[in-house]
């Protein structure tokens, strides 16, 4: 009788626990930051690659010889490639272009493979893409982009191509609008777009820090506001300058192990201000070493970070840890400076088939609380995106979240499908109870030239209490939980004047040159008390 009595005690107490638990699960992410939505149901690609153009379109890509996709190329327009082993005649997409104002998704086509290849835009915002594998490796393409309802497409370049073949590499343009591509898989070189003389010249740096994992891929790249460049792979640093082909200084290494792939941590400077002298580099999870090796999809991430003043005379790493061990997550600057880490897994590594545990909580950095306080947990997502997924900051202020596909072709029937949906995630800075602080920006000038003062006019519902900012976020090109060429610039700016019914006039002036801000077209963001605007493209140019 007491067995009995001990057992439906036990039962009792099970089920309260798990209702209390859920319920309390149900309330906690109830009282978390930030909004999901779905975008696309079906975008017919699982994004590899992801760019928002200066028309409000999304470019997506993934690679050419991963087999059928669900969305088919126009008639009549197929590809051919003899040596594809999956499909020699394939008339499916494999980029397709998103309007974001209708969410509507029209087919592109590419011809050679952008299986985990680069990119940057340039200064008269065309998006410049580089690299692949196989026919693809030293491929040159191009898209330029168009209103929503224009026909414009990739085009490959036949009259120039790469010097050294690049798989893995990463883009950064630089302060004269140049790209500079740095590395890639067995290739520990750089070279520019548009090509030098030299071609592509030695960079010791990335054979130094290769591991048997080849942890010296997608190396991050920052462009410092004195002109070098911040160059992090694996688990060291070096400053380089671009211009004499020399590294001018090496930072202490971090600790954690490997954090570039296939480690799959990530990385992001925050918001250049002030003068802009000074700049500060994060760096952010990844995989123990030897779990690629081992392809142990069980491994537990870590979620230590980084944070060094890159530009600092004797820098040092500040340690911290994040609320969750994390792998392949996608670090975005938000309008306001902070930064949001989103998707990824919480064990294992990347390549295929090698994540587990999905880590569906994002959470917001915020980069002026002490260490200890700069993470917050916000509300979780219900897709998984794990290997080959992406994040960007849109120009309303949402973060769009695509791809997701651990497979070697697409699956959609496995633990961790192939996912062809498109998210967005709001921020807290778009909620209802603020919508009466959030700035409508009236006029901006279509270009800015460097230093130039000019003004912006906006609207606000409320009365404005303190400084307006006026802020210019980059468009970088995401793959491979790194954003290449991310980057937020906060204008210098004089206290909003009223200007009647509403209306405002802050004077601002530009960043002073190609170091700061790199030319080319910029997301123009008013923002007032934590609330940034809907943003006006800006094209930055020299004078």
């Not at 591991?211 to 997608?218: G, I, P, T």
């Not at 580099?281 to 491994?299: K, L, M, N, P, W």
Request: proline fraction near 8%.
């Amino acid at each position: 009788m007491d067995s009995v009595l001990s057992q439906w005690l036990l039962l009792f107490f099970f089920f309260f626990f798990t209702i209390t638990l859920t319920t309390t699960t149900k309330l906690a992410r109830a009282q978390l930051p930030g909004t999901w939505e779905l975008v696309v149901e079906n975008a017919g690609i699982s994004s590899m690659h992801t760019a928002v153009t200066r028309f409000n379109t999304v470019v997506l890509l993934d690679r050419t010889n991963i087999g059928p996709s669900r969305k088919m190329l126009p008639k009549g327009h197929c590809r051919f490639d003899r040596n594809d082993a999956v499909l020699k005649r394939d008339c499916y997409a494999h980029s397709v272009i998103l309007d974001l104002q209708t969410n509507q998704i029209r087919p592109l086509m590419i011809l050679t493979d952008t299986w985990c290849s680069s990119g940057q835009f340039l200064p008269d915002g065309t998006l410049l893409q580089t690299g692949g594998d196989l026919d693809g490796l030293r491929k040159i393409r191009k898209f330029e982009p168009c209103e929503p309802n224009g026909l414009c497409n990739w085009v490959e370049l036949d009259d120039v191509e790469l010097t050294d073949g690049r798989w893995y590499a990463t883009n950064q343009i630089l302060p004269d609008g140049s790209v500079i591509i740095i590395g890639g898989r067995a290739t520990n070189t750089v070279e520019y777009y548009p090509p030098r003389k030299n071609g592509a010249v030695s960079f010791p740096f990335l054979a130094d820090v290769e591991d048997n994992q080849m942890d010296n891929l997608y190396p991050y790249v920052h462009l410092l506001p004195n002109g070098h460049l911040f160059i992090f792979a694996n688990n060291k640093a070096v400053l380089y300058d671009h211009e004499t082909n020399k590294v001018v200084k090496n930072y202490p290494p971090l600790d954690g192990g490997p954090r570039n792939y296939p480690s799959a941590g990530s990385s992001a400077m925050l918001a250049l201000d002030g003068d802009y002298s000074t700049a500060v580099i994060v760096v952010c999870g990844g995989a123990q070493y030897g779990a690629f090796i081992e392809r142990s999809t069980d491994t537990p991430a870590h979620g230590s970070c980084g944070r060094i003043v890159a530009t600092g005379p004797d820098p040092v790493w500040e340690m911290e840890d994040m609320a969750f061990g994390r792998i392949m997550g996608d670090m975005v600057m938000l309008p306001t400076g902070e930064v949001l880490i989103i998707n990824g897994a919480q064990a294992g590594t990347q390549g295929f088939e090698m994540g587990s545990n999905p880590c569906l909580y994002p959470l917001l950095y915020r980069p002026d609380q002490p260490v200890g306080l700069r993470f917050m947990t916000l509300t979780p997502g219900t897709v998984p995106r794990m290997y080959h997924s992406t994040a960007n900051l849109l120009p309303d202020g949402r973060v769009l979240i695509a791809g997701s596909n651990p497979h070697v072709l697409y699956r959609f029937t496995a633990e961790y499908p192939t996912e062809l949906r498109i998210e967005a995630f709001s921020p807290e800075y778009l909620s209802a109870d603020r919508a009466n602080l959030r700035p409508v920006i009236e006029g901006i000038p279509e270009t800015v030239r460097y230093g130039d003062a000019f003004e912006v006019s906006l609207s606000v519902t409320l009365p404005v209490v303190g400084i307006v900012e006026v802020n210019f976020g980059s468009a970088p090109f995401a793959t491979h939980s790194f954003s290449q060429g991310q980057r937020l610039v906060k204008l210098a700016v004089k206290s909003a004047v009223p200007d009647g019914d509403g209306r405002y006039k802050v004077g601002c002036t530009a960043p002073p040159n190609g170091m700061v801000a790199p030319p080319g077209y910029y997301m123009a963001f008013a923002v007032n008390q934590g609330v940034p605007s809907v943003a006006r493209w800006v094209q930055l140019a020299a004078k």
